[in-house]
């Protein structure tokens, strides 16, 4: 045989080989990105804030969480994530007695420490 259809008879298994090896490196790095990832997020609240709750979102299910009681100006969560775009919702209890809520979105993967601003909005009830 000559020509095109030649070299590939010739060299099916190794045609073969490479095609499989690729096959699995193409599913390997789409699994390796679907693993959740480590986030550092720092939270900066109003000085009147006594305590935080913090929900995660993803597709509109609940992901994680954390409460914090008695938070300082800033506060530092890690929390693991798969890739995806993420909702925080952070129920914020004032010192007064009265709660509000704030929302912001997350796309992860992100790098570095991701600084989530929750000051200076409206109190949507009461204690």
């Known amino acids: ?8 008879v010739e060299n099916r298994r190794r045609l073969a080989k490479f ?11 789409q699994l390796f990105e679907a693993f959740p990832r480590d986030i550092e997020l720092r939270y900066r ?3 009147a804030v006594t305590e935080a709750r913090i929900d995660y979102a993803h597709a ?11 938070p300082a100006a800033e506060f530092d969560h890690s929390v693991s994530l798969s890739p995806g ?3 925080i919702e952070a129920t914020l209890r004032q010192e007064d007695g009265s709660t509000r809520v ?3 979105t997350l796309d992860v993967p992100v790098e570095g420490t991701v600084w989530v601003d ?5 109190v949507l009830e009461g204690g």
Request: aromatic share 6%; net charge positive; charged share 15%.
């Open 45 to 47: 609240l109003d000085q």
């Open 1 to 8: 045989m000559s020509g095109l259809k030649g070299w590939f």
């Open 85 to 87: 775009r993420y909702v």
């Open 102 to 104: 704030e929302t912001r």
């Open 118 to 122: 929750l000051r200076g909005s409206q």
């Open 60 to 70: 509109g299910e609940h992901v994680s969480g954390v409460t914090v009681s008695g």
């Open 19 to 29: 095609v499989a090896v690729a096959g699995v490196m193409v599913l390997a790095l």
